[in-house]
């Protein structure tokens, strides 16, 4: 089984940083894509953030210069730095992993994690 484990969110003050990070687990041999999606209540998920296995990156344009994807891909994780957080960026934030290759020539179309929930409020 390939799992998406994800830490760092928490409760932050307006123009404040939060670094997210997730993790894949299982016997893994690559990851075409990794990123970050987001849910506030009342709106359906977007995308934040996505980086790709040759570390080309997406970006909502409501956090472009604010949010820094990045990923280390021997070690199969990938983080969201978020800095001059604002209240609209409270939201439950859910890692995302697509075309996740394992052994046997077997490959997961999509995997999710359980989502990190981030409150930006004073």
């Known amino acids: 089984q390939v799992q998406l484990v994800e830490s760092g969110g928490g409760l932050v003050q307006p123009g404040g940083s939060l670094k997210l990070s997730c993790a894949a687990s299982?016997?893994?041999?690559?990851?075409?894509?990794m990123g970050w999606y987001r849910q506030a209540p009342g709106k359906q998920r977007e995308l934040v953030a996505n980086?790709?296995?040759?570390?080309?990156?997406t970006y909502a344009d409501s956090v472009k210069g604010r949010f820094t994807i990045s990923r280390d891909s021997p070690k199969k994780m990938v983080n969201l730095q978020m800095n001059s957080l604002e209240p609209e960026d409270t939201a439950v934030y859910y890692c995302?992993?697509?075309?996740?290759?394992?052994?046997?020539?077997?490959?997961?179309?999509?995997?999710w994690g359980q989502g990190t929930l981030v409150t930006v409020s004073s």
């Open positions: 995302n992993a697509k075309n996740i290759e394992v052994p046997l020539g077997y490959w997961f179309p999509e995997v």
């Open positions: 299982g016997t893994i041999l690559r990851i075409n894509s």
């Open positions: 980086i790709s296995s040759g570390g080309t990156t």
